[in-house]
């Protein structure tokens, strides 16, 4: 007997509701009712509450004039996102994969989604301290390093628009609480190209964030390093924010932005650049653990 929650019932519903976007073409742009349920050979009812919802999502609209349904802002959005994120994914997957290597530390690239950060990219710490954080999942962009620095693109107004309350949500006790402390670190942001969390997202870990931009020199994403407390001293953050910046600067490079003030243009460079400001390998720089125990942190808060 099939229940409601019947895995297999939701799967033929879902299969019927993808089968109902795909009649949208170029060459049929637009579609009645009436050929949708003659298309898909579906009760007139079922397809009606299909188009209902569809609709009420944004991944179709219904003109009020001819009564006719197209591809809404919602299906034109993920579309887009396919090219969006296929660009970022070749352009920052060997700079992220590159600075993981030189550092050891864990790296991310994520993009600006509402009030969200989306990870899209991430390399994990070759330490034995680390915290799982999956591709595709979701924080809030003023708690870490990296929502920080795709904020800092914004404008003040903008950032309202985000933020209507004044108060934030906060995670840990270093969280930027109010939308007037959030907006003063943007603008000391904008100026030093570089964002930073100290444990505002996961007590002991410090984050580092930078911008990057495509060919219109617009922020499409950002990098960032998660480190834990106890592994950065001043010359090490000193090292990191050169080489964060100098990395979010190649990947914008490798979107195709030509700013004149982008040294690094392939990741040779930024190799050589790192061996030659001879930093001593973290290991070496890594405080030893309790009892040498292997220690892994797994939080729903995410990382820098």
């Known amino acids: ?80 996102l396919y090219q969006y994120t296929n660009d970022l ?43 799982s954080r999956p591709i595709g999942s979701t924080m809030p962009a003023h708690a870490s390093a990296l929502g920080k620095a795709l904020l800092s693109a914004l404008s003040d107004s903008e950032v309202d628009e985000r933020f209507p309350n004044e108060a934030l949500p906060v ?4 969280t930027v609480a109010t939308r007037t402390d959030l907006k003063r670190e943007l603008q000391e942001i904008r100026q030093s190209g570089v964002s930073f969390d100290p444990e505002g997202c996961i007590p002991m870990v410090f984050g580092l964030g930078s911008a990057v931009s495509n060919h219109h020199r617009h922020t499409v994403a950002a990098i960032s390093i998660s480190v834990p407390v106890f592994r950065l001293d001043d010359t090490k953050r000193e090292f990191l924010v050169k080489l ?15 700013d004149q003030d982008i040294p690094i243009h392939t990741l040779d460079q930024l190799r050589a650049w790192w061996e ?10 890594a405080s030893p653990l309790p009892n040498d125990a292997p220690v892994r942190i797994n939080s729903e808060l995410g990382d820098g």
């Open 1 to 80: 007997m099939k229940t409601d929650s019947d895995p297999k019932r939701y799967c033929k519903s879902l299969t019927k509701g993808l089968s109902l976007l795909q009649l949208f073409t170029s060459e049929s742009p637009e579609l009645s009712a009436s050929q949708i349920v003659v298309q898909l050979e579906l009760h007139k009812t079922t397809t009606y509450r299909m188009l209902a919802a569809f609709c009420e999502q944004g991944f179709l609209v219904r003109s009020e004039v001819s009564g006719k349904y197209s591809i809404g802002p919602a299906l034109y959005i993920l579309g887009s």
């Open 89 to 131: 994914q070749k352009a920052g997957g060997p700079v992220i994969k590159l600075i993981n290597e030189l550092t050891c530390e864990c790296t991310n690239l994520g993009t600006l989604s509402g009030t969200d950060v989306v990870y899209m990219l991430r390399e994990e710490s070759k330490h034995e301290f680390r915290w």
């Open 171 to 174: 995670l840990t006790k270093n």
């Open 244 to 258: 964060l910046h100098m990395a979010a600067r190649l990947v914008s490079y490798r979107l195709g932005c030509r």
């Open 276 to 285: 030659q400001a001879q930093i001593p390998p973290a290991d070496a720089r």
